[in-house]
């Protein structure tokens, strides 16, 4: 059987993080920087735990104002130590609550910036150890398995892209998908190409559309599993 992972971005106090752990495979939670506490960490993490669900260290710049969406002239100590500190508080968080960082994921404007940007990528991947990295295709995956790590490629059922593959920015007209039903159908379609689909977890009807892409990938035939 084919596996596929799906993820979300939980811990950011926008959305129902209980009820999105009963469907997802993974969660990126959020480190504090952009969104989150430590209660909040605490807290999704000791749910994960009992649904069996995999944490990933959702990493970005220091940017509560701007939900890490702006981007950020940070040199390369500065963020290392950042990503570090993002990922050393959830690896004790998870840990008390019976669980372990899985991989790291960055968010964001840090997310877009290390496609491309090899400092801010290298700052990433020193700034998390070892870790497995979720992304997609760049500098920042590229980078990762030149020094022998694991990458887990992501696509992204509720968003637009361009014809280079990238993501649309937020503010083109339609490079955020609402449709659930075309959700689920893009999820679909993009899976045989991925390793895990990401369902925004910020957006009002995050749940409803994690529920509609893991039965359309049920109903395809395909498995889910967390990274």
């Given at each position: 059987?084919?596996?596929?992972?799906?993820?979300?971005?939980?811990?950011?106090?926008?959305?129902?993080?209980?009820?999105?752990?009963?469907?997802?495979?993974?969660?990126?939670?959020?480190?504090?920087?952009?969104?989150?506490?430590?209660?909040?960490?605490?807290?999704?993490?000791?749910?994960?735990?009992?649904?069996?669900?995999?944490?990933?260290?959702?990493?970005?710049?220091?940017?509560?104002?701007?939900?890490?969406?702006?981007?950020?002239?940070?040199?390369?100590?500065?963020?290392?130590?950042?990503?570090?500190?993002?990922?050393?508080?959830?690896?004790?968080?998870?840990?008390?609550?019976?669980?372990?960082?899985?991989?790291?994921?960055?968010?964001?404007?840090?997310?877009?910036?290390?496609?491309?940007?090899?400092?801010?990528?290298?700052?990433?991947?020193?700034?998390?150890?070892?870790?497995?990295?979720?992304?997609?295709?760049?500098?920042?995956?590229?980078?990762?398995?030149?020094?022998?790590?694991?990458?887990?490629?992501?696509?992204?059922?509720?968003?637009?892209?361009?014809?280079?593959?990238?993501?649309?920015?937020?503010?083109?007209?339609?490079?955020?998908?609402?449709?659930?039903?075309?959700?689920?159908?893009?999820?679909?379609l993009l899976a045989p190409d991925v390793d895990s689909l990401c369902v925004h977890g910020d957006h009002p009807g995050a749940v409803a559309h994690?529920?509609?892409?893991?039965?359309?990938?049920?109903?395809?035939?395909?498995?889910?599993?967390?990274?």
């Amino acid at each position: 059987m084919r596996y596929v992972d799906l993820n979300a971005d939980l811990g950011e106090e926008v959305t129902d993080d209980a009820a999105l752990l009963a469907v997802v495979t993974s969660a990126n939670v959020a480190c504090g920087y952009h969104a989150g506490s430590v209660a909040i960490m605490r807290a999704v993490c000791v749910e994960a735990a009992e649904r069996g669900v995999s944490v990933g260290a959702q990493v970005s710049y220091a940017d509560r104002a701007g939900f890490g969406r702006i981007a950020r002239d940070v040199g390369y100590e500065e963020l290392r130590e950042q990503v570090a500190d993002q990922v050393g508080t959830l690896t004790a968080i998870a840990a008390e609550a019976g669980s372990q960082v899985r991989y790291v994921k960055a968010h964001g404007a840090l997310y877009h910036r290390t496609l491309d940007d090899e400092d801010q990528a290298r700052a990433v991947l020193d700034g998390s150890g070892g870790l497995p990295v979720l992304g997609m295709d760049g500098v920042l995956l590229r980078g990762a398995i030149a020094a022998g790590r694991t990458v887990h490629h992501e696509g992204f059922p509720d968003r637009a892209s361009g014809p280079d593959g990238r993501l649309r920015p937020r503010t083109e007209p339609g490079a955020v998908l609402g449709d659930g039903a075309a959700i689920a159908e893009r999820a679909v379609l993009l899976a045989p190409d991925v390793d895990s689909l990401c369902v925004h977890g910020d957006h009002p009807g995050a749940v409803a559309h994690a529920v509609g892409v893991r039965r359309a990938l049920e109903a395809a035939g395909l498995g889910l599993r967390g990274l």
